[in-house]
């Protein structure tokens, strides 16, 4: 089954204010907070540990619309939600989670017509009818608590840990022009083009169709991508074909320093790209391979230009 229980859970977050007058649930089985959260407790477990703002939730949690399933991350406990402190507080699932304690189970609900009014009919769960009286549901197993100091101090050293990336990139980057025996200039971005053989086709250019092998390797040596099947396959790689990439200079997507780095070259060149983190990912990571400020390693084949 498809796991998209942050994209349900999120949804019932933007379910804005459910308000209501009294504490009396119209949804059978479930009480109902003055300020209109429709809830269950199922089971409560007195000697664990009380959320309070700022905490994550980590548990289990099932999205279903009536008695159909549509997601669900049972088995498989991840982090939920961090608890928000907010004015709004009041008729959110911020303030159900308020009320639970490591190892309870409860049930959160809302009308799918009251979500509808936020959300396109696209985004709402397959099989939903406006005007129907369908209801959502949000069965949550609690298994644990990351608490709003230990969220702080994993913020803390993800901090220090994206400077030491930072800081480290420009030794990292020399190192490899050393070992590899580069000497070439760099472009004005920092991107170094080593021509391994020069080609004597169309040249690339804005516009273009250009079709190419390629081989992305991190400076330490890790492939993290190939469109060369035997390459691929001695890296633990996994690709479900393996063909050359085709992309449309300036239409296609892609990172500044590839752009750059091949821009003029002709049809039939073999290339390597020694782009740094400003021109590729930056500050973001990738493929659980790449991480913030990673120098990147293209080996590329141009095949085609046309």
Known sequence: MKNNTFKYLTMLVAGILLLASCNKSDIPGYKKTKSGLHYKIEKVNKSGEKFAVGDIVIGELTF??????????????????????????????????LMLHVGDKASFAVFADTLFRYFTPRQMPEGYVNGKGQVIYYDIVVIDRVSAEEVEQERSNFYSEMQRYEAEEPAAIQKFLKENNINVAPTANGVYVVVRKQGRGNTISMGKTV????????????????????IAKEAG?????????????????L?????????????????????????????NSKEDVIHPYSPLVFDVQILSVN
């Open 64 to 97: 279903r619309m009536d008695d159909k399933v549509i997601s669900s991350n049972v088995g498989d406990p991840r982090r939920l939600k961090q608890i928000t402190e907010t004015e709004y507080h009041n008729g959110i699932i911020d303030e159900g989670l």
């Open 211 to 230: 079709s190419v092998n390629y081989t992305g390797r991190l400076v330490d040596g890790t492939v993290f991508d190939s469109s060369v099947e035997s």
């Open 237 to 253: 790689l996994q690709r479900s074909e393996f063909k050359p990439m085709q992309y449309v200079v300036g239409k296609t997507r």
């Open 255 to 283: 990172i500044e320093g590839w752009n750059e780095g091949l821009n003029g070259l002709a049809e039939g060149t073999e290339v390597t790209l020694v782009i740094p983190s400003k021109m590729a990912y930056g500050a």
